[in-house]
């Protein structure tokens, strides 16, 4: 009986010893599975719907700038046109002023940026996607935007828009308004743009025959921020 006693006793024993070294087990791959899955996510990421749009305008790293005046709203006025372009000194003393708010400006690097922001804020608006629009451009450059994307989808009209080439960036003046900076660009394209009526009729433009434009875009963006990316504030064709 004693025998039987003892090994019952160990068989109840082994079960134990194995059933609590199997729920060590599953306690050390949940926390390995819970490891692994930090990690993924620490270099995938989550997306939570307030994602930042990605950087378009790419800024040399530089320490951080001086303290200066009080945010001055942007200026409303349109893009200045080419005959008002001011003396090239002026332009350059306005960028030395931007480049000393915020060290990490640099010209070079700005351009690169607005070219890439004026083919997407170009394409977005003849496919009507607001969406894309809205944090690219200032609140009053969005309503006019969105207005005119609602014209065309009220007339029932859709617009074809191609850039065929995008001859030239230039940067025709700039100033530093409080830590507002503010740039205007001369942006010289060639573009195929197509409006066609619900029946695809053509209302204006001609395919495949590129034509020469001239706008002029301004940009501004608070020297403070963190955020590198420039707002359209204000165009104009010439």
Known sequence: MRAGSRCSQDSDGARKAMSEFQYFDII?????????????????????GNERRRDLFPRRSAPAADNVAALVEPDKRVARPAADEPPGDVVADGLNRIRRADPSFDPAHFIEGARTAFEMIVSSFAK???TELRPLLSDEVFRRFAMAIDERVAARETLETQIEKLDSVDIIEAELAGRTAQITLKLVSHQINVTRAMDESIVDGAPGQPVEKT???????????ADPNWVLIATSSG
Do not use: E, I, N, P
Request: cysteine-free; proline content about 0%; charged content about 30%.
């Open 28 to 48: 050390l791959f949940a926390m390995v599975a819970g490891f692994l899955l930090l990690r993924l996510r620490s270099v995938l990421g989550r997306r939570t």
């Open 128 to 130: 009507g996607d607001k």
């Open 215 to 225: 706008d002029y875009w301004t940009f501004a963006r608070d020297t403070r921020s």
